[in-house]
């Protein structure tokens, strides 16, 4: 009788059960992969671009621009603008005497989920128009409850209007009576007052000049605002691009020590589903 080695019996049984189980096992469901798109959200810093009219524009100036004397080719300029020129960041400071300056905002307030509240219809009735509280309201009765600290982002449609002064402004006046000619949409204080009170928000931002409607004569919604300690976004582009939910903004500004305001680079991560 001829006997077979016990390591070869359990090779040949292991074999068999690893055979047995592969052909029955259930396939694992297939995943399919997390797609977004990117959605730049600042304005071109440039020699034309808009600014306050009382304020100092954005220069830029070149130092060298071309083959140098040890042969190769170089490029550098120099820089000039004030803190609150273009796509820019508020910090609290700007309007409260004990808020944050630009480099102690927390970078959690300054990344995280959004929504955008679209508000172009009733800009587009009455270019003087005060984003209301009701206005919130009727988004959350679409949308849901405004919860989880988003960055909540008001399109105005003014957007659009960049880098054409006039139509952005109301105004291509320069010095105080261009100031006083302006005209374009804001948040009214109270909706201010309640967004800061009544849901709590990581950061707040527009696409027109000011969180205040040009005609303010107190910049109370830039107070409550900064009052908290909640960073502002101003001059927002691209916000038409955007859907209601569903996105995640990231919003990195200069880190200027002491600054009241700072250069903004902000983008938007847009999920597939809410494309």
């Given at each position: 009788?001829k006997?077979?080695?016990l390591?070869a019996?359990?090779?040949?049984?292991?074999?068999?059960?690893l055979?047995?189980n592969?052909k029955i096992?259930?396939?694992?469901?297939s995943?399919?992969?997390?797609?977004?798109?990117w959605?730049?959200l600042?304005?071109d810093f440039?020699p034309n671009?808009i600014?306050?009219p009382t304020?100092a524009?954005f220069e830029?100036?070149?130092?060298?621009?071309?083959?140098?004397?040890r042969?190769?080719?170089?490029n550098t300029?120099?820089?000039s603008?004030?803190?609150?020129?273009g796509?820019?960041i508020?910090a609290?400071i700007?309007?409260a005497?004990?808020?944050?300056t630009v480099?102690?905002?927390s970078?959690?307030?300054l990344?995280?989920p959004?929504i955008?509240?679209d508000v172009s219809?009733?800009v587009?009735?009455?270019r003087?128009y005060?984003i209301?509280?009701a206005?919130?309201?009727?988004?959350?009765s679409e949308?849901?409850k405004i919860?989880?600290?988003?960055?909540?982002?008001?399109?105005?449609?003014?957007h659009?209007?960049?880098?054409?002064?006039?139509?952005?402004?109301?105004?291509?006046?320069r010095?105080?009576?261009?100031?006083?000619e302006?005209?374009?949409?804001?948040?009214h204080?109270d909706a201010?007052?309640?967004?800061?009170?009544?849901?709590g928000l990581?950061?707040?931002?527009?696409d027109?000049?000011?969180?205040?409607h040009?005609?303010t004569?107190d910049?109370?919604?830039h107070?409550?605002i900064?009052?908290a300690?909640v960073?502002?976004?101003e001059?927002?582009?691209?916000?038409?691009?955007?859907?209601a939910?569903?996105?995640?903004?990231?919003?990195?500004?200069?880190k200027i020590r002491?600054?009241?305001g700072?250069?903004?680079?902000?983008?938007?991560?847009?999920?597939s589903?809410?494309s």
């Open positions: 009788m006997y077979i080695p390591i019996i359990v090779w040949a049984f292991a074999a068999g059960e055979a047995f592969t096992a259930p396939s694992a469901p995943v399919k992969p997390t797609t977004h798109r959605v730049d600042t304005h440039a671009m600014h306050w304020s524009g830029i100036h070149s130092i060298s621009d071309g083959v140098n004397h042969g190769w080719y170089t300029n120099s820089i603008l004030p803190e609150h020129i796509t820019h508020d609290g700007h309007f005497e004990n808020g944050s480099e102690e905002i970078l959690d307030d990344i995280g959004a955008v509240i219809a009733k587009e009735a009455d003087d005060q209301s509280t206005d919130i309201i009727a988004w959350e949308h849901g919860a989880d600290r988003p960055i909540v982002l008001f399109n105005t449609g003014f659009l209007a960049w880098p054409n002064a006039r139509a952005y402004l109301g105004t291509a006046r010095g105080r009576r261009g100031s006083s302006m005209r374009f949409p804001g948040l204080p201010a007052r309640f967004l800061i009170e009544e849901r990581r950061a707040i931002g527009i027109t000049p000011s969180i205040d040009a005609k004569s910049f109370m919604a107070r409550i900064c009052g300690n960073p502002i976004f001059n927002l582009a691209s916000l038409d691009q955007l859907p939910t569903g996105l995640e903004i990231i919003a990195l500004p200069m002491g600054g009241s700072a250069p903004l680079r902000i983008v938007a991560k847009v999920s589903r809410a």
